[in-house]
Every structure is written in structure tokens, then in C-alpha cells.
């Protein structure tokens, strides 16, 4: 089957996408820019430099990025240069990667819901941010349940 647009809309699949993206990135200390570079990556499932610098053009410059990710456990090799017959480094999206991504699906989808208990890093409601954020969250998994 294949999907239309209309199946898209009707699902209300981008409605939350902010939230989610928001609680996503504070809950694994990473970048908005980092996280939708990510998706990019993963969807190509493997890929080498050329095609991050690639993927980057339509973000914020930041020439740490490529390192933060890597030393952060985001991304990690999949097949290493020999010099001879492997001219070029091949990396792919490491499972921590994956995980976050299909949880991010899958919240999305409304198959599951953004975690509120005490470990979720807004429902501390040390800041205003984390209150408005708690409330947006608690409306959302309510708005679920209609």
C-alpha cells in the first residue's frame, strides 16, 4: 500500500514534532540541528564524510559537530580505510542513534508516549521552560487518549 498525502494529514503525524523534538534533545544532551542531521544520516544508513559535509549545508555552521558526535557515541565506523583497495572511511548511525530515532517514530505515531516520570528531564519543573514543556507534554498524551 502506498501512502498519500492525505494519509499523512490525517494522521497528525507532524502535530507534536516540535514537543518531541524538544524532550529528545534535552533528555540526551544534543543539539536540535544534531538530532535532524541524525535522522538525515540514518536514513542513509551508511555513509562517509563527504556525505555529512553534505548533509550539513542546511544547518548552523559547526565545525565540532562531526567530533561531538562521534566521541558522543552517535556515530561510529562500520568499515575502516586500508589504503589500498578501501579509499575512504564508511560510518553509519550507531544503535544509541537508532533507538532514539524509532523511539522518536514511535512517539510520533502516538504508540507510545513521552516518558513523565521522575528521570524525565522536565518533570523537574526546576525552570518556567520545564513547566510549560511538562504542561505541553501532559496535554499531548491527553489529546492521545480523545
Known amino acids: 500500500m502506498?501512502?498519500?498525502?492525505?494519509?499523512l494529514?490525517?494522521?497528525?503525524?507532524?502535530?507534536?514534532?516540535?514537543?518531541?523534538?524538544?524532550w529528545a534533545c534535552k533528555q540526551n544532551d544534543i543539539k536540535e540541528a544534531d538530532l535532524e542531521l541524525l535522522i538525515y544520516l540514518n536514513c542513509l544508513t551508511r555513509f562517509t564524510r563527504d556525505d555529512f559535509i553534505n548533509g550539513v549545508y542546511a544547518y548552523t555552521w559547526d565545525k565540532h559537530r562531526w567530533e561531538r558526535l562521534r566521541k558522543a557515541g552517535w556515530i561510529e565506523v562500520w568499515r575502516h580505510r586500508n589504503?589500498?583497495?578501501?579509499?575512504?572511511?564508511?560510518?553509519?548511525?550507531?544503535?544509541?542513534?537508532?533507538?532514539?530515532?524509532?523511539?522518536?517514530?514511535?512517539?510520533?505515531?502516538?504508540?507510545?508516549?513521552?516518558?513523565?516520570?521522575?528521570n524525565c528531564v522536565y518533570y523537574n519543573n526546576k525552570s518556567y521552560t520545564d513547566k510549560v514543556m511538562n504542561k505541553a507534554i501532559d496535554d499531548m498524551i491527553k489529546d492521545k487518549d480523545r
Request: hydrophobic content about 30%; charged content about 30%; glycine content about 2%.
Open 83 to 118: 589504503r589500498t583497495t578501501i579509499k575512504y572511511t564508511i560510518y553509519k548511525t550507531s544503535f544509541k542513534c537508532n533507538h532514539l530515532i524509532s523511539r522518536i517514530y514511535r512517539i510520533l505515531l502516538g504508540e507510545e508516549d513521552i516518558p513523565t516520570s521522575i
Open 9 to 22: 494529514k490525517d494522521s497528525h503525524f507532524l502535530k507534536y514534532y516540535r514537543l518531541v523534538r524538544k
Open 2 to 7: 502506498k501512502l498519500t498525502s492525505q494519509d
